[in-house]
């Protein structure tokens, strides 16, 4: 039996860390190093925060040792360990108290099956873990520079597998989409001159980084379209092509907006057209600004620029002097005519200046009298269609006039006539047109009715999506916690010690049943036993009691029969006194075997022999102190 | 007289909005043309999904004024499925009291018949009589409306109380037929404000510079663009965002006048324009002065600058004005400037 528990200990310390060696499979083996590591290593499972102070080893030290054991002690009562505990359990421990402590702590694990539901699962999520688990690993290590790296940093930190992340844009048939797709020359480039995707890279190094991000772009923009089709698509009831052509223009629309809005407050300042023009230049300034600088140096600055024209002029001009000149002109001439040529350019620049402001002036009056001409333009046309509609006007009414008083009455009964005509035809009109009117508006109350129900039925179909969306990541969640129980069951030990414990225990609880029926058997045998001496003593007592009075009848007239009378007192009160003593035997041989066993246990714990010993590590104890005080002295 | 005015009408027109929130043009009659229609449509606050509609509303569109009557439909009548409708009068003259009481009758007499064939009917009657008859207030008749009227009835006083000397920059800008924009988010206050604007100007009587209701929308700014100079009304605030669209822009709301950067020039003032200013001020303060005494002071301190022009231009040949002449009088320049500007609104200048 003890085996048994002892077996299913060591398992569970096992479990939690501990290294138990091959050959130990009972608790009377376990060291007090052993003994400590379990218990600690237990405790730190139980409460992390309790044990992470804990030292899993024994120093070597009295003191220390005592002082390890005092701390383990506590950390057990602390736990909740109930039974009697001290610092001398752990070093001198005796069977039966490190199994009960060992059990407790045991039980009080925490369930190993909760731990594993929380983990994710599948092989590919055990593979992850794995992966996962290196990755941390390797970023624990701090990074040093590749030239003092130690051999444990080859595998991670060398340079020589090191690329930068540098990608280039692939081609490949399927990825590109629209209306390309159908001709039949992007076919047969593809069939015939496209190269592989492994051989598009410049450097090899390249492709993993291209295949990479490549692949994520394409992930990411389709899942991208297919929650922006799901949310905001489906609801415009338009179809995918539609839509994203309707979103282009959208777009377009507002990036003129943005543009329009943009130039429009400097185009307010004289420079209203220059302005966002020069903006357009500084930003490529500073894109060009961020090119390698040995390029702008060659092209040259401004300032060279002008440096090297005025220089050249010079000499041109200088050249183009001495000819005519003498070569003995000193370089006060020079200067003169230098200052004559300066004073002539600023006089024709001032020339120019008034001609440029003359000029203005006199495109803001032409300005001015162009707006007048265009105004009085207008005025003059209005007017003219006005006088000619008065005119054709007059004209009819002198055609008229020669008999006036008759073609008003006749003008006036024409007037009246086509007024009730035109009366009439209104209403004919009106017959036609509230029915027709009345129609559309039924018509479109049908159709803002059926409007409705396509916006619920669209409603319906998005909540269907996210209920298929959300059922599609549960099975795929489901599937993955099966795969998962699937590895770690083929990962399990086929000896299954489960169903060995579980036959242990049925066994066990057979064997148990087995004894309980003998005890009953027995119970029951002694009962009949009690039975069977209730009834001869109420036999005895009964025959006594008919003899006694046979016997004491007949006293009274026998001599010798009084004397059997006196017998037979003597052998009832010595039967009974016999009795009596079997009875306290039994009694008092009852309690010697109580006894015995508490005598039994005691010796167990080994109490003396813990004492002696508690006593000498007092000692020992005493005498690492008084060889530190002496020490101290000395010091 | 009446049957000319009578003629300058030229269609009367009914937008419903009904149950479903649609808003038709149902009916016409001669004739609207489509641009207009949706200018109309546009107009009749039926489109607009506010539940506030205002009653009558007026402006112009390509030189043709439009005055439109909205009404709600309470009562149950023939009209089952409309909820308002709006009654659209379209003429050649400015007279919105004129139409404004026309338009009215014609809703009164649509509620009642819930057919347009008894409105036009009256619509026909004053087109050929001038004359209409309606259940309150007598007839309606046509020469009850006088032009003059219609011109005098928006106060320039309140113009000139609520800006103050600032009411100098936009008798100069009208004066100079520049391009004034005025916002107000409430379409009532727009028409009243604006349409009092061209009494400043009182010698040109020229209302159709007056487009007291615009939309920022493709066509009618086109429209718009085709006039030199105007007064325009806007109900959208984004319109400050426009340049383009003025030379003064004028925020009701706040009692801002802004000269836009490209006018500042044709704009600058002097001495003249603070002594006009100052009388205007004067005038508009005196509480027993009525609107038209106040336009009639400001008409005498124009007559007196036109004078000037005219001696001016009597002096040159042909009557018309030059530079080099007015540079010879030695003006201020702020004054000459304006004289100059002034000459070529008003036709002075010679070319």
């Given at each position: 039996?003890?085996?048994?528990?002892?077996r299913?200990?060591?398992?569970?310390l096992?479990?939690?860390?501990?290294?138990?060696?091959?050959?130990?499979?009972?608790?009377?083996q376990?060291?007090?190093?052993?003994?400590?590591?379990g218990?600690v290593?237990?405790?730190?499972?139980?409460?992390?925060?309790?044990?992470?102070?804990?030292a899993?080893?024994?120093?070597?030290?009295?003191?220390?040792?005592?002082?390890?054991?005092?701390s383990?002690?506590q950390?057990?009562?602390?736990?909740g360990?109930k039974?009697?505990?001290?610092?001398q359990?752990?070093?001198?421990?005796?069977?039966?108290?490190?199994?009960?402590?060992?059990?407790?702590?045991?039980?009080?694990?925490?369930r190993?099956?909760?731990?594993?539901?929380?983990?994710?699962?599948?092989?590919?999520?055990?593979?992850?873990?794995?992966?996962?688990?290196?990755?941390?690993?390797?970023?624990?290590?701090?990074?040093?520079?590749?030239?003092?790296?130690?051999?444990?940093?080859c595998?991670?930190?060398?340079?020589?597998?090191?690329?930068?992340?540098?990608?280039?844009?692939?081609?490949?048939?399927?990825?590109?989409?629209?209306?390309?797709?159908?001709?039949?020359?992007?076919?047969?480039?593809?069939?015939?001159?496209?190269?592989?995707?492994?051989?598009?890279?410049?450097?090899?190094?390249?492709?993993?980084?291209?295949?990479?991000?490549?692949?994520?772009?394409?992930?990411?923009a389709?899942?991208?379209?297919?929650?922006?089709?799901?949310?905001?698509?489906?609801?415009?009831?338009?179809?995918?092509?539609?839509?994203?052509?309707?979103?282009?223009?959208?777009?377009q629309?507002?990036?003129?907006?943005?543009?329009?809005?943009a130039?429009?407050p400097?185009?307010?300042?004289?420079?209203?057209?220059?302005?966002?023009?020069?903006?357009?230049?500084?930003?490529?300034?500073?894109?060009?600004a961020?090119?390698?600088t040995?390029?702008?140096?060659?092209?040259g600055?401004?300032?060279?620029?002008?440096?090297?024209?005025?220089?050249?002029?010079e000499?041109?001009a200088?050249a183009?002097?001495?000819?005519i000149?003498?070569?003995?002109?000193?370089?006060?001439?020079?200067?003169?005519?230098?200052?004559?040529?300066?004073?002539?350019?600023?006089?024709?620049f001032?020339?120019?200046?008034?001609?440029v402001?003359?000029?203005?002036?006199?495109?803001?009056?032409?300005?001015?009298?162009?707006?007048q001409?265009?105004?009085?333009?207008?005025?003059?046309?209005?007017?003219?269609?006005?006088?000619?509609?008065?005119?054709q006007?007059?004209?009819?009414?002198?055609?008229?006039?020669p008999?006036a008083?008759?073609n008003?009455?006749?003008?006036?009964?024409?007037?009246?006539a086509?007024?009730?005509?035109?009366?009439?035809?209104?209403?004919?009109?009106?017959?036609?047109?509230?029915?027709?009117?009345?129609?559309?508006?039924?018509?479109?109350?049908?159709?803002?009715?059926?409007?409705?129900d396509?916006?619920?039925?669209?409603?319906?179909?998005?909540?269907?999506?996210?209920k298929i969306?959300?059922?599609?990541?549960?099975?795929?969640?489901?599937?993955?916690?099966?795969k998962?129980?699937?590895?770690?069951?083929?990962?399990?030990?086929q000896?299954?010690?489960?169903?060995?414990?579980?036959?242990?225990?049925?066994?066990?609880?057979?064997?148990?049943?087995?004894?309980?029926?003998?005890?009953?058997?027995?119970?029951?045998?002694?009962?009949?036993?009690?039975?069977e001496?209730?009834?001869?003593?109420?036999?005895?007592?009964?025959?006594?009691?008919?003899?006694?009075e046979l016997?004491?009848?007949?006293?009274?007239?026998?001599?010798?029969?009084?004397?059997?009378?006196?017998?037979?007192?003597a052998?009832?009160?010595?039967?009974?006194?016999?009795?009596?003593?079997?009875?306290?035997?039994?009694?008092?041989?009852?309690?010697?075997r109580?006894?015995e066993?508490?005598?039994?246990?005691?010796?167990?714990?080994?109490?003396?022999?813990?004492?002696?010993?508690?006593?000498?590590?007092?000692?020992?104890?005493?005498?690492?102190?008084?060889?530190?005080?002496?020490?101290?002295?000395?010091? | 007289?009446?049957?000319?005015?009578?003629?300058?009408?030229?269609?009367?027109?009914?937008i419903?909005?009904?149950?479903?929130?649609?808003?038709?043009?149902?009916?016409?009659?001669?004739?609207?043309?489509?641009?207009?229609?949706?200018?109309?449509?546009?107009?009749?606050?039926?489109?607009?999904?506010?539940?506030?509609?205002?009653?009558?509303?007026?402006?112009?569109?390509?030189?043709?004024?439009?005055?439109?009557?909205?009404?709600?439909?309470?009562?149950?009548?023939?009209?089952?499925?409309?909820?308002?409708?709006?009654?659209?009068?379209?003429?050649?003259?400015?007279?919105?009291?004129?139409?404004?009481?026309?338009?009215?009758?014609?809703?009164?007499m649509?509620?009642?018949?819930?057919?347009?064939?008894?409105?036009?009917?009256?619509?026909?009657?004053?087109?050929?009589?001038?004359?209409?008859?309606?259940?309150?207030?007598?007839?309606?008749?046509?020469?009850?409306?006088?032009?003059?009227?219609?011109?005098?009835?928006?106060?320039?006083?309140?113009?000139?109380?609520?800006?103050?000397?600032?009411?100098?920059?936009?008798?100069?800008?009208?004066m100079?037929?520049?391009?004034?924009?005025?916002?107000?988010?409430?379409?009532?206050?727009?028409?009243?404000?604006?349409?009092?604007?061209?009494?400043?100007?009182w010698?040109?009587?020229?209302?159709?510079?007056?487009?007291?209701?615009?939309?920022?929308?493709?066509?009618?700014?086109?429209?718009?663009?085709?006039?030199?100079?105007?007064?325009?009304?806007?109900?959208?605030?984004?319109?400050?965002?426009?340049?383009?669209?003025?030379?003064?822009?004028v925020?009701?709301?706040?009692?801002?006048?802004?000269?836009?950067?490209?006018?500042?020039?044709?704009?600058?003032?002097?001495?003249?324009?603070?002594?006009?200013?100052?009388?205007?001020?004067?005038?508009?303060?005196?509480?027993?002065?009525?609107?038209?005494?106040?336009?009639?002071?400001?008409?005498?301190?124009?007559?007196?600058?036109?004078?000037?022009?005219?001696?001016?231009?009597?002096e040159?040949?042909?009557?018309?004005?030059?530079?080099?002449?007015?540079?010879?009088?030695?003006?201020?320049?702020?004054?000459?400037?304006?004289?100059?500007?002034l000459?070529?609104?008003?036709?002075?200048?010679?070319?």
């Open positions: 039996m003890m085996e048994e528990v002892d299913i200990l060591i398992h569970a096992r479990q939690v860390g501990t290294e138990v060696d091959e050959d130990v499979d009972s608790i009377r376990f060291t007090s190093e052993l003994l400590v590591e218990v290593r237990c405790i730190r499972v139980i409460d992390p925060g309790l044990g992470g102070g804990l899993p080893s024994l120093p070597p030290g009295m003191s220390a040792r005592f002082r390890v054991g005092m383990l002690a950390a057990c009562q602390d736990v360990y039974g009697e505990i001290g610092y359990t752990f070093l001198y421990s005796s069977e039966p108290e490190i199994r009960s402590l060992l059990m407790f702590l045991v039980e009080k694990l925490p190993e099956s909760a731990e594993a539901s929380a983990q994710p699962s599948g092989k590919s999520a055990v593979l992850q873990r794995a992966i996962a688990a290196a990755i941390r690993a390797q970023l624990d290590l701090a990074w040093v520079p590749p030239n003092c790296s130690l051999p444990l940093h595998e991670t930190q060398s340079g020589g597998v090191l690329n930068s992340f540098y990608t280039q844009p692939l081609s490949s048939p399927h990825c590109t989409k629209g209306s390309e797709e159908n001709l039949k020359e992007v076919k047969e480039y593809r069939r015939d001159v496209l190269p592989p995707v492994t051989a598009q890279f410049s450097s090899s190094a390249s492709m993993v980084a291209s295949l990479l991000e490549q692949h994520a772009a394409e992930l990411s389709a899942q991208e379209w297919d929650g922006e089709w799901k949310s905001q698509g489906l609801l415009s009831r338009l179809t995918p092509q539609e839509y994203r052509s309707r979103k282009l223009a959208r777009l629309k507002r990036i003129q907006e943005q543009l329009r809005s130039a429009q400097s185009s307010e300042s004289a420079f209203g057209v220059s302005r966002p023009a020069s903006d357009l230049m500084d930003v490529l300034q500073s894109f060009r961020s090119a390698p040995e390029h702008v140096l060659k092209k600055t401004h300032f060279t620029h002008t440096q090297k024209f005025t220089f050249t002029q000499a041109a200088a183009a002097v001495t000819p000149l003498s070569a003995q002109e000193s370089s006060g001439d020079v200067q003169l005519r230098q200052q004559e040529e300066l004073s002539a350019l600023q006089a024709q001032q020339q120019l200046c008034s001609d402001d003359h000029l203005a002036a006199d495109m803001r009056r032409t300005a001015v009298t162009h707006a001409v265009l105004d009085e333009l207008k005025q003059r046309e209005l007017g003219n269609t006005e006088k000619e509609e008065k005119l006007v007059k004209k009819k009414t002198i055609d008229l006039l008999e008083d008759n008003v009455i006749q003008l006036q009964s024409l007037v009246e086509s007024a009730k005509r035109v009366v009439n035809l209104a209403s004919q009109w009106e017959k036609r047109r509230a029915p027709l009117i009345d129609e559309h508006r039924r018509l479109k109350e049908i159709c803002s009715r059926q409007d409705l396509s916006s619920r039925k669209l409603s319906e179909i998005k909540s269907l999506h996210e969306h959300v059922s599609t990541e549960e099975a795929k969640k489901k599937e993955e916690t099966y998962q129980l699937l590895t770690e069951l083929e990962s399990l030990p000896d299954a010690s489960r169903s060995a414990y579980t036959q242990r225990i049925l066994e066990i609880v057979s064997n148990i049943k087995k004894q309980k029926e003998e005890i009953t058997k027995i119970l029951s045998d002694t009962r009949e036993l009690q039975k001496i209730n009834s001869l003593t109420g036999k005895l007592d009964r025959t006594f009691a008919v003899t006694d016997v004491f009848k007949d006293a009274k007239k026998d001599e010798s029969v009084r004397k059997s009378y006196k017998y037979l007192a052998l009832h009160e010595n039967c009974n006194q016999l009795i009596q003593t079997i009875e306290d035997t039994g009694t008092i041989l009852r309690e010697i109580d006894l066993e508490q005598i039994e246990t005691e010796n167990g714990n080994k109490t003396v022999a813990n004492l002696e010993r508690i006593l000498d590590d007092f000692k020992a104890i005493r005498q690492e102190n008084a060889a530190l005080a002496a020490k101290v002295k000395e010091g | 007289m009446a049957t000319t005015e009578a003629q300058w009408m030229l269609s009367v027109g009914l419903e909005k009904d149950v479903n929130g649609d808003t038709l043009w149902v009916w016409c009659y001669p004739s609207v043309g489509s641009d207009l229609r949706q200018v109309l449509l546009r107009k009749c606050c039926l489109t607009q999904d506010s539940r506030h509609f205002g009653t009558f509303v007026f402006g112009q569109f390509s030189r043709t004024w439009y005055y439109i009557s909205t009404a709600e439909v309470q009562e149950p009548t023939a009209l089952a499925k409309v909820t308002h409708f709006s009654v659209v009068v379209t003429s050649k003259d400015f007279n919105p009291e004129k139409y404004a009481a026309l338009s009215r009758i014609l809703c009164r649509y509620i009642k018949h819930g057919s347009p064939v008894e409105m036009m009917e009256a619509y026909i009657t004053v087109l050929t009589k001038g004359v209409c008859p309606s259940d309150e207030n007598g007839p309606f008749l046509i020469k009850d409306y006088d032009v003059r009227k219609a011109y005098l009835t928006g106060s320039v006083k309140d113009v000139v109380s609520q800006f103050g000397m600032e009411a100098i920059i936009l008798y100069t800008a009208l100079l037929k520049k391009r004034i924009v005025v916002h107000h988010p409430r379409i009532e206050a727009l028409l009243e404000f604006t349409r009092a604007l061209p009494a400043l100007v010698h040109r009587k020229d209302w159709s510079i007056l487009h007291p209701y615009v939309h920022l929308a493709e066509p009618e700014l086109q429209d718009l663009k085709t006039c030199p100079g105007y007064v325009a009304g806007f109900v959208d605030p984004e319109v400050s965002n426009r340049p383009d669209l003025f030379d003064v822009f925020s009701l709301p706040d009692g801002v006048i802004t000269v836009s950067q490209s006018a500042k020039d044709a704009m600058a003032m002097g001495k003249l324009h603070k002594d006009i200013g100052h009388a205007i001020v004067r005038s508009a303060e005196d509480a027993e002065g009525s609107d038209s005494r106040l336009i009639k002071d400001i008409s005498t301190k124009t007559k007196e600058v036109l004078a000037t022009l005219a001696a001016l231009a009597s040159c040949e042909d009557s018309k004005v030059t530079l080099e002449a007015l540079k010879r009088r030695h003006f201020p320049p702020a004054t000459e400037n304006f004289l100059f500007h000459a070529a609104a008003e036709q002075l200048l010679r070319i």
